[in-house]
């Protein structure tokens, strides 16, 4: 059995309960150990819901991020107040590269906050743009590759490179995969690499069914062309199986909605304070 909790979203579950940011952080538990995928912006909503959800996060003993904008890596200080030391992090090699956003007229840096020395000196890091299985069942994609379908790009978004100013190519970009009895869990953080590629990627690697697809995927900015063409492809790549969809995070209120008018029943929301269980 697999557990999964929504521990950050920019949606709360029960506003009475939960607080929700911009952001998303989800617990995985296997029955061989916790995974912390993603820990949030600010670590204030991190620590708050996973107590309200009865979750301690000393029980957490490995971290992964699907890469490193703020809003996935910006509760990782907190985290690490409230976790084990030496905890094993999985990550893309580019994980450290600095990133901007271009807003009004100045580059603003929107990358992991911490140093690989800082981090060395509380984690295991493991590195790697290759598929790693952290707990039996339970793996990383690795950079997503190839992308021939739309990305989940901002035109805001920045690197710098021999003092040149160029598009993120994110390659950090990366989902987790859990091979779940009924067929693959994919785990998605923010799908700047694109759902469609993101979703293409884990087939060809892993070579089974996609059952759910959980997290943000990235299509609040995509126009209506785009979205139906997502719509066609997720049909025609789903052999008369449509996929259970709990998306939130970066998937867009109107990109939700639809969802939910093609593939009914199959679409829900996923705010903090979700719990989904899988065999
Ligand atoms: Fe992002
Ligand atoms: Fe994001």
């Not at 950050?8 to 998303?24: C, Q, R, T």
């Not at 600095?98 to 060395?120: C, N, V, W």
């Amino acid at each position: 059995m697999f557990t999964l909790r929504c521990l950050v979203d920019n949606h709360p579950l029960d506003a009475a309960i939960f607080h929700s940011e911009h952001g998303v952080a989800f617990a995985i538990e296997t029955p061989s150990g916790q995974v912390l995928f993603d820990t949030g912006q600010s670590g204030e909503v991190l620590v708050h819901n996973a107590a309200r959800m009865g979750f301690d996060l000393r029980q957490v003993d490995a971290l992964a991020f699907s890469h490193a904008h703020y809003d996935h890596t910006g509760g990782l200080r907190a985290f690490l107040k409230h976790s084990r030391p030496g905890l094993p992090l999985y990550a893309n090699p580019d994980l450290f590269r600095e990133r901007f956003a271009f807003h009004e007229g100045q580059y603003r840096s929107i990358g992991l906050r911490m140093k690989p020395a800082d981090l060395t000196r509380h984690l295991d890091l493991r590195l790697n743009a290759e598929p790693v299985e952290i707990f039996p069942h339970l793996w990383t994609t690795g950079e997503i590759t190839p992308r021939a379908e739309f990305e989940g790009r901002s035109p805001h978004h920045y690197i710098q490179e021999n003092k040149r100013w160029l598009p993120d190519p994110y390659r950090d970009d990366m989902a987790l995969v859990l091979e779940a009895k009924s067929g693959l869990v994919v785990i998605c953080g923010c799908c700047h690499a694109g759902l469609l590629n993101t979703l293409a990627h884990v087939r060809r690697v892993f070579d089974q069914r996609i059952a759910v697809i959980i997290g943000g995927a990235h299509l609040a900015d995509v126009n209506p062309a785009t979205l139906e063409h997502a719509i066609a492809v997720l049909r025609a790549t789903s052999a008369g199986h449509l996929p259970d969809l709990f998306l939130n995070h970066c998937t867009g209120e109107r990109a939700l909605a639809v969802l939910a008018q093609a593939f009914g029943e199959n679409v829900h929301p996923c705010p903090a304070g979700t719990v989904l269980r899988f065999e």
